[in-house]
T-cell receptor, first 113, second 111 residues
Framework: NAGVTQTPKFQVLKTGQSMTLQCAQD?????MYWYRQDPGMGLRLIYY???????DKGEVPNGYNVSRLNKREFSLRLESAAPSQTSVYFC????????????FGSGTQLSVL | LAKTTQPISMDSYEGQEVNITCSHN???????ITWYQQFPSQGPRFIIQ???TKVTNEVASLFIPADRKSSTLSLPRVSLSDTAVYYC????????????FGTGTRLTVIP
């Protein structure tokens, strides 16, 4: 049982490049989330998907788009990467949105030069 | 959205009990309190969740006073492997408010 799997683990981009971070969970969870974590700071919610077919903005959605491809997969896309998007990105899932505990992936370390 | 305040950092010796307090003065009636643990280079891991009084599991205890304006995570007899950042979250069970992390408390366990 892999839990939440994120790919890639590391990525370096040049300013203006685009990329998609992939996330998949095998726990049959309904809700999925994308967070970013900057050095010495807590996690900030970018987008979340309460259920398949729905997505909503979190605290810091600007510069990102998401796709809930199916129940298992939730991707995060940077259309035109900026140095301010250098961060560690975590994907998480939960059984439901209603106060359920979150299960996190191991993160993607992204550097934008 | 209930804002939480935690100490930035704490140090403790191995074998001691550690108590981390989280302040949430504007907690709402429907809000639950949830704690997560994060090790370096890993995603956070759920520790414990409660609504009022005391909750205990195999890892920790959570104490919530009657006014619910604060909560205390208690880790019994800490070891070096408990060195991590601990996050307190407060939010209602009907929406996404329970998903907001603060900066957490960095606990360092000293040999």
């Amino acid at each position: 049982n892999a839990g939440v799997t994120q790919t890639p683990k590391f990525q370096v981009l040049k300013t203006g490049q685009s990329m998609t971070l992939q996330c998949a969970q095998d726990m049959n969870h309904n809700s999925m989330y994308w967070y970013r974590q900057d050095p010495g700071m807590g996690l900030r919610l970018i987008y979340y998907s309460a259920s398949e077919g729905t997505t909503d903005k979190g605290e810091v959605p600007n510069g990102y788009n998401v796709s809930r491809l199916n129940k298992r997969e939730f991707s995060l896309r940077l259309e035109s990467a900026a140095p301010s998007q250098t961060s560690v990105y975590f994907c998480a899932s939960s059984e439901g949105l209603s106060n359920e505990k979150l299960f996190f992936g191991s993160g993607t370390q992204l550097s934008v030069l | 959205l209930a804002k939480t305040t935690q100490p930035i950092s704490m140090d403790s010796y191995e074998g001691q009990e550690v108590n981390i307090t989280c302040s949430h003065n504007n907690i709402a009636t429907n809000d639950y309190i949830t704690w997560y643990q994060q090790f370096p280079s890993q995603g956070p891991r759920f520790i414990i969740q409660g609504y009022k009084t005391k909750v205990t599991n195999e890892v920790a205890s959570l104490f919530i006073p009657a006014d619910r304006k604060s909560s205390t995570l208690s880790l019994p007899r800490v070891s070096l492997s408990d060195t991590a950042v601990y996050y307190c979250l407060v939010g209602d069970p009907t929406g996404a408010n329970n998903l907001f992390f603060g900066t957490g408390t960095r606990l360092t366990v000293i040999p």
